[in-house]
């Protein structure tokens, strides 16, 4: 089963990771949360450890980070004409449920801390299958939501590296690479003045070949205490960005986001197998064998 890229998107696009996504000019209200220090003049030189950490702070803080016990929300994809109903429910250390249709199909795809499943809920007779291999491992990380890869980065077994800053006609900003223990390569952008995550770059390799995906985050919000990018765009382009070939894009917009709210354990635990269907035949007749 091949998982939508908006999928991937969703962890950076909550808090701390901001891994994925959308445009580069941050809403009014996270532009004045942070400040630039007097250490960013023209030409100061930041670590990669540094500009995370200010990330961090502008996002909300570590403590309030780690203190997230539980998520909600409801968003669409577009992409051209077609636009689908995505729902996410989080709940700490890592269960994740994501509802989102896939080729045509809604499908339901749960991490409940060991176990990766997926199933069509409204397709009859449909049983759950197990997912495992890179499937399982993709819905896992997925499942490191608030955090994202970049938070506390080292102990998960991913490496950052500064490299350099670079200036956009929208401002300038700081490029970081990310490499993941899985060995997924991401370039990141972080805008030099809030140090919000405005942006991302990676490849995947798709049965038809290598993708490029840039997307931009944008639409930053409150939300309990810390910052949400609500808007993705994403741009995908077969062969790199300067192939020649036109892009697919996708939007991603989150209508409403919760957090600590109640989430019942039972959204993540794998439904009991269907019963057997009992036979109708009649029985056999008298002094038949």
């Not at 980065?153 to 490299?163: D, F, I, P």
């Not at 957090?259 to 056999?284: Q, R």
Request: charged share 25%; proline share 7%; aromatic share 6%.
């Amino acid at each position: 089963m091949r998982f939508e890229a908006t999928m991937t998107i969703l962890a950076g696009l909550l808090a701390a990771a901001c891994t994925l996504a959308e445009s580069t000019k941050p809403a009014p209200q996270a532009a004045a949360a942070v400040s630039p220090s007097p250490s960013q003049g023209e030409g100061a030189t930041l670590s990669a450890d540094e500009i995370l950490e200010r990330n961090f702070a502008a996002l909300g803080g570590r403590e309030r980070i780690r203190a997230v016990r539980t998520l909600r929300l409801e968003a669409t994809q577009r992409a051209g004409s077609r636009v689908d109903a995505v729902k996410l429910y989080w709940k700490r250390p890592d269960r994740l449920r994501i509802e989102a249709p896939n080729e045509g199909l809604a499908t339901l795809q749960v991490f409940d801390g060991e176990r990766a499943w997926f199933t069509y809920p409204a397709l009859p007779g449909f049983e759950v299958q197990i997912l495992d291999g890179a499937e399982r491992e993709a819905l896992r990380a997925q499942a490191d939501l608030i955090e994202g890869p970049t938070f506390d980065y080292a102990a998960k077994g991913h490496r950052v590296e500064l490299l350099g800053k670079e200036k956009r006609p929208e401002g300038e900003i700081w490029r970081l690479l990310l490499t993941t223990a899985q060995g997924e390569v991401r370039t990141l952008w972080f805008d030099a003045a809030t140090f919000l995550q405005v942006g991302e770059e990676r490849r995947e390799v798709r049965p038809d070949g290598e993708v490029t995906i840039e997307s931009t985050l944008s639409d930053f919000r409150a939300v309990g205490g810390l910052l949400f990018a609500h808007h993705v765009e994403s741009r995908a382009t077969a062969g790199g960005s300067g192939s020649g070939r036109p892009a697919e894009v996708s939007v991603f917009s989150i209508q409403k986001l919760e957090v600590d709210l109640d989430v019942p354990d039972a959204l993540f635990a794998l439904p009991a197998p269907s019963p057997a269907p009992t036979s109708t035949a009649a029985p056999p007749a008298p002094g038949r064998s």
